[in-house]
């Protein structure tokens, strides 16, 4: 089972401000990697697939980067609606293993 | 519109059994693989397992391997989950997860799987 394994675990960033979410895989996941963004009370929601291509609907501000094993989820200029819980996921091996999940808070 | 409307939750005994349907509607359910992942309330996310097009294959995480079955039936566009020999650490929410459509992928609303006594 390929482990993720996300940091920091709690990031606390200003609205306006940029946040960097890391996430790193035990061993080479190819380009298969999403980000999910969680909110209490509602399904996750898919932001970033293939390491870099945002999903449908999904604003210019959320932005993929990496390879391998080392990936970067970026969000440049933080909402209000944007503080919520992040989620990486591999999906290159049967099983998907998630990360563990960064908490992005209010400053 | 993609909808995914999730049933067949609630309270159930340790050892006891459920079965979790999931309607699909506004895509073409019999070209896409589906999924059932789960969130453990205030916790991480686990993807449970995974259907082909035709339901002939399937796979499973290991810690429901030999107690959950997944399947489909492509004419009523429906997902399904048996659970058996259900434990305490299934309790969780329950998601049906279509593959992608059209530059995402839809999930449920959920449905809670309550595993006490």
């Known amino acids: 089972e390929i482990v993720m394994t996300q940091s920091p675990a709690t990031l606390s960033v200003s609205p306006g401000e940029r946040a960097t979410l890391s996430c790193r895989a035990s061993q080479s996941v190819s380009s298969n990697l999403a980000w999910y963004q969680l909110k209490p009370g509602q399904a996750p929601r898919l932001l970033i697939y293939d390491v870099s291509t945002r999903a449908t609907g999904i604003p210019a501000r959320f932005s993929g980067s990496g390879s391998g094993t080392e990936f970067t989820l970026t969000i440049s200029s933080l909402q209000s609606e944007d503080f919520a819980v992040y989620y990486c996921q591999q999906y290159n091996y049967w099983l998907f293993t998630f990360g563990q999940g960064t908490k992005l808070e209010i400053k | 519109e993609v909808q995914l409307v999730e049933s067949g939750g609630g309270l159930v005994q340790p050892g006891g059994s459920l079965r979790l349907s999931c309607a699909a509607s506004?895509?073409?359910?019999?070209?896409?693989?589906m999924h059932w992942a789960r969130q453990v309330p205030g916790k991480g996310l686990m993807w449970v397992s995974r259907?082909?097009?035709?339901?002939?294959?399937?796979d499973y995480a290991d810690s429901v391997k030999g107690r959950f079955t997944i399947s489909r039936d492509n004419a009523k566009n429906t997902l399904y989950l048996q659970m058996n020999s259900l434990r305490d650490e299934d309790t969780a929410i329950y998601y049906c997860?279509?593959?992608?459509?059209?530059?995402?992928?839809?999930w449920g609303q959920g449905t809670l799987v309550t595993v006490s006594s």
């Open positions: 997860v279509s593959d992608p459509v059209g530059g995402t992928n839809y």
């Open positions: 259907i082909n097009t035709d339901g002939k294959i399937t």
């Open positions: 506004g895509f073409t359910f019999s070209n896409y693989w």
